[in-house]
């Protein structure tokens, strides 16, 4: 157990609609990070953030966005869906940014977009 | 555009001999390189790293080489065990920014 947590663990939806997945990072962690992980696809990091901040962008669509709270929680929410969305979401979180090695990942979101 | 570059989705190893994964990355300014594991269900977790000014480093029964000329980097892990079936990303974390290879899936023979 990474002591990273998600929810929900699995999602299942129609296209055009929009989903909220959650992330609460490790006690103490600052930074979250988050990560598609598609069929046939590696990893594909998204987003980061940091103390509420963004951080780093990576692939991520214009229909997607995150935030991360005061209470260091973090949302990543899905609009538009598309089948090509179907995908793990995996959130990870580290005490502070830029240290890769020290990023924890939870268990991930199984998203499917019907 | 894959940046990073895992090119055996598959490999099988006998207990206790040598397991070997590759990856090849495609930008020779990448400075910093990992090796994440993936049981089913669970989320990677963190294996071994290095960064581009060095060529080896050692973890246990993981040791991962740097081949900067060759734009290539493996994952050794010696003596397999049971337990090492999982599958194995490799990554670079430059400029931010993370970039993993699609994974390749390592099962040890009893």
């Known amino acids: 157990d990474s002591g990273v947590t998600q929810t929900p663990k699995h999602l299942i939806t129609a296209t055009g609609q929009r989903v909220t997945l959650r992330c609460s990072p490790r006690?103490?962690?600052?930074?979250v990070y988050w990560y598609q992980q598609s069929l046939d696809q590696g990893l594909q990091f998204l987003i980061q953030?940091?103390?509420?901040?963004?951080?780093a962008k990576g692939n991520i669509l214009e229909r997607f966005s995150a935030q991360q709270f005061p209470d260091l929680h973090s949302e990543l929410n899905l609009s538009s869906l598309e089948l090509g969305d179907s995908a793990l979401y995996f959130c990870?979180?580290?005490?502070?940014?830029?240290?890769?090695?020290?990023?924890?990942f939870g268990p991930g979101t199984r998203l499917t977009v019907l | 555009d894959q940046q990073v570059k895992q090119n055996s989705p598959s490999l099988s190893v006998q207990e206790g001999r040598i397991s070997i994964l590759n990856c090849d990355y495609t930008n020779s300014m990448f400075d910093y390189f990992l090796w994440y594991k993936k049981y089913p269900a669970e989320g990677p977790t963190f294996l071994i790293s290095i960064s581009s000014i060095k060529d080896k480093n050692e973890d246990g029964r993981f040791t991962v080489f740097l081949n900067k000329s060759a734009k290539h980097l493996s994952l050794h892990i010696v003596p397999s065990q049971p337990g090492d079936s999982a599958v194995y990303f490799c990554a670079v974390y430059t400029g931010n920014q993370f970039y993993f290879g699609t994974g390749t899936s390592l099962t040890v023979i009893p």
């Open positions: 953030y940091y103390n509420g901040e963004e951080r």
């Open positions: 006690s103490g962690d600052l930074s």
């Open positions: 990870a979180s580290s005490l502070i940014a830029g240290v890769a090695n020290e990023q924890f």
